[in-house]
């Protein structure tokens, strides 16, 4: 292996993931329990935008996903355009304790579908599945919703870390496996993927980028 090459530098795709919904839904500690494996109980708002990353296996492959927080209060809309460009992915949060989060999921979902490619891939998320008891939006709601608008649909626990993994785990497969369609697509010169530092477009300036370097395959 080089001298000074780091493992975190060894992987195949990069994907930009973003997180939206309400602000007091979960989506920093979503983040920090995908990244970190870590929760707070004591969870400040964000502000203005944050991101962590983390690295998966798909399909043989390794994809690094670099996921995005915003604060989802008003003052900080005037980063929208900046925020959205390039994700190729995206959770949508409500909390299922709160059904004004989940109203407002139809107004998140325009402005996404506004500022991105019509190909993201866009996971419903009703997370705090733990609070049980103050249920206030039933999974069939929240399913119907995710099937209309045709999203991917999960219930998850940042405290509990139920369901968290499988989310973002899902969305990442479901981009690679858009990726590498189109890649193959393209034609036979393409199947075997771009070359260093080559960009996939899944359309306008949607990228995902195909990573070579002296250590990977």
Partial sequence: MAA??????????????????????GKSNLLSRFTRNEFSLESKSTIGVEFATRSLQVDGKVVKAQIWDTAGQERYRAITSA??????????????????????????????????????????????????????????????????????????????????????????????????KRSVEAGDDAASGPGKGEKINIKDDVSAVKKGGCCSS
């Fill in 4 to 25: 000074g090459y780091r493992a975190e530098d060894d992987y195949d795709y990069l994907f930009k993931v973003v997180l939206i919904g309400d602000s007091g839904v």
């Fill in 83 to 180: 925020y959205y460009r390039g994700a190729v992915g995206a959770l949508l949060v409500y909390d299922v304790t709160r059904h004004s989060t989940f109203e407002n999921v139809e107004r998140w979902l325009k402005e996404l579908r506004d500022h991105t490619d019509p190909n993201i891939v866009v996971m419903l998320v009703g997370n705090k599945s733990d609070l049980r008891h103050l249920v206030a939006v039933q999974t069939d709601e929240g399913k119907a919703f995710a099937e209309r608008e045709s999203l991917y649909f999960m219930e998850t626990s940042a405290l509990e870390s139920t369901n968290v993994e499988n989310a973002f785990a899902e969305v990442l497969t479901q981009i690679y496996r858009i990726v590498s």
